[in-house]
Structure formats: C-alpha cells, structure tokens
C-alpha cells in the first residue's frame, strides 16, 4: 500500500507570490496533520483535519495560511503572499484515527519552500 | 503546555559504540511518547512509541527506549551503533487526556553522527 505523498518535493517561489502544496495521505486514514520544520523553530504543528469536524487551526502562524481537505481525503496547504521566513520544509501526516495504531502519524516525505 | 527537552543537538559516537540519546518531557500527566527517525531529505519514520503497559519499549533497527515516569524521561538506546543509524532522531510526545487532536508536540532533535 502507499503511503503519504506530498507535492510537488520542492518549490521555490518569489516572496509575494502565491504557493499550494498538496498532501495525500494513506487511503482509509481519517485524520490529517500538517507540520512546519524550520531551522529555526524545529517540528510545529499546523492544522489539524478529522473527518467532517471543523479544523484545528490553532497552530497556523498567520491569516495567510490556509488549508482545506476536500473529501476526506486529499489536503491543499496554501500560503499566500509567501514570506522568506516561510521558507520550510512543510511534513503532512495521516492517522487512522479508528484503527489499532490510531495513535500513529505516518509522515510524507515534505514539501521544501524555499521563498527567495 | 507541554515541553519536549532532548539533550545535545548533535551527538557522535563510534561504531559498535553504545548509542544513548536523551528525552526528557514536561507534561501534568504522562503522555504517549515517541521517537521518530528521519534521513536526509526524507520525512519521519516512527522507531517505536509507548503509550500504556510495558514502560520498556522496542523498536525498528534494534531501538528501544523506557519511560520513567518519576525522571519524566524516555531515553533512546541502541546496545551497537551501526553506521547506517547515521540520522537526526525526534523525541515527541501527545497529550493522555482522550479529547484534542492529538497533535505531536516535537523536541529539537539529535543528530546522531557514527564514526566508523
């Protein structure tokens, strides 16, 4: 079985501009992460989606980051009007939250931003 | 709030060596622990967790770890470094309290270095 993709592996984009990245995550999983790791601050925890309930956003830095997960499944991250300290590698992350391991995140392998 | 201390940054130690890498957490009640591994340019992989039971815990590659609850610790261990274990290693930890999302809240990271 797959596992967590995420694209594209990298981007790099001008500061101002627009970027989306996606994340797919394990068929079946019905929780989804996203996570920020930066040099700077480490491993944070961005968002939050858990089937139909509404997201936690408690962990997005600005009002210009944004996430959806359209039918359950797929999940856009977007950040608009990207800033150098957006630069990260951005992790997304599946649980299935009603199964034996429903404790256990299975990360993809990231999205590195690089805001020049 | 809770906290994830890993001591040392980077850690380097000889092949065959005894590998000991140290977490230590603060939480009000003893919370699911992990360790994560990640390789270059890839995303996390988990090497073992505990959540209730058996305070020694073993995991891929010949990792184990054990949960002290009165030092607030869960220490890494490998008897034999091989130099394959080459990677930066993440203490993480999510809150017991049976409600949130259950969100990974990340130590800095270890990067483990072995010498051959």
């Known amino acids: 079985g797959a596992g967590v993709s995420q694209s594209p592996s990298n981007k790099v984009t001008e500061k101002g501009k627009d970027v989306e990245l996606r994340c797919d995550p394990i068929s079946g999983h019905t929780a989804l992460y996203w996570y920020r790791q930066s040099l700077g601050q480490g491993l944070e925890f961005l968002i939050y989606?858990?089937?139909?309930?509404?997201?936690?956003k408690s962990g997005l830095p600005s009002d210009r980051f944004s996430a959806e997960r359209t039918g359950g499944s797929v999940s856009t991250l977007t950040i608009q009007r990207t800033q150098q300290e957006d630069s990260a590698v951005y992790l997304c992350a599946s649980i299935n939250s009603g199964g034996a391991t429903y404790n256990e995140q299975f990360f993809g392998p990231g999205t590195r931003l690089t805001v020049l | 709030a809770q906290s994830v201390t890993q001591l040392g940054s980077h850690v380097s130690v000889s092949e065959g060596a005894l590998v000991l890498l140290r977490c230590n957490y603060s939480?009000?009640?003893?919370?699911?622990l992990f360790w994560y591994v990640q390789y270059p340019n890839q995303g996390l992989q988990l090497l073992l967790k505990y959540t209730t039971g058996a305070t020694l815990v073993k995991g891929i590659n010949g990792f184990e770890a054990e949960f002290k609850k009165s030092e607030t610790s869960f220490h890494l261990t490998k008897p034999s470094a091989h130099m394959s274990d080459a990677a930066e290693y993440f203490c993480a930890v999510i809150p017991y309290s049976g409600a949130g999302s259950y969100q990974l809240t990340f130590g800095k990271g270890t990067k483990l270095s072995v010498i051959p």
């Open positions: 939480s009000s009640v003893p919370p699911y």
């Open positions: 989606f858990q089937g139909n309930s509404a997201p936690d």
